[in-house]
């Protein structure tokens, strides 16, 4: 998702907070598919019967509640995280290029 991002604001000139989005919308759909891939082979280790699956079912639970968790955190937070570290990056070099940018006269 960054590097979508990162891409939409070099290669096209967009703004953090469009980049960001954009990537968001494009990369929504592989990231969901993924994980839902890998949670619903994880299901039969969580909801198995057969023989040995009170030693395997932490297992099962693991997974699927560590796939659901990092999905939300990657959903949700790294949007937010993306544009927290750019208006971070802005403010460091506006303090070094000597403080707030000088008014220009108007015409």
Do not use: W
């Amino acid at each position: 998702m960054i590097d979508f991002a990162l891409e939409a604001e070099r290669v096209e000139g967009k703004p953090p907070r469009e980049a960001i989005h954009q990537a968001c919308l494009l990369r929504f759909r592989p990231i969901l598919m993924t994980t839902m891939a890998a949670l619903l082979g994880a299901l039969p280790l969580m909801l198995g019967t057969g023989t040995g699956s009170e030693l395997r079912r932490p297992l099962g639970v693991a997974i699927v509640g560590g796939l659901i968790v990092s999905q939300v955190l990657t959903l949700f937070t790294t949007p937010v995280i993306y544009l927290m570290f750019d208006r971070l990056a802005s403010r460091m070099r506006g303090s070094s290029e000597g403080g707030k940018p000088e008014a220009s006269p108007a015409e």
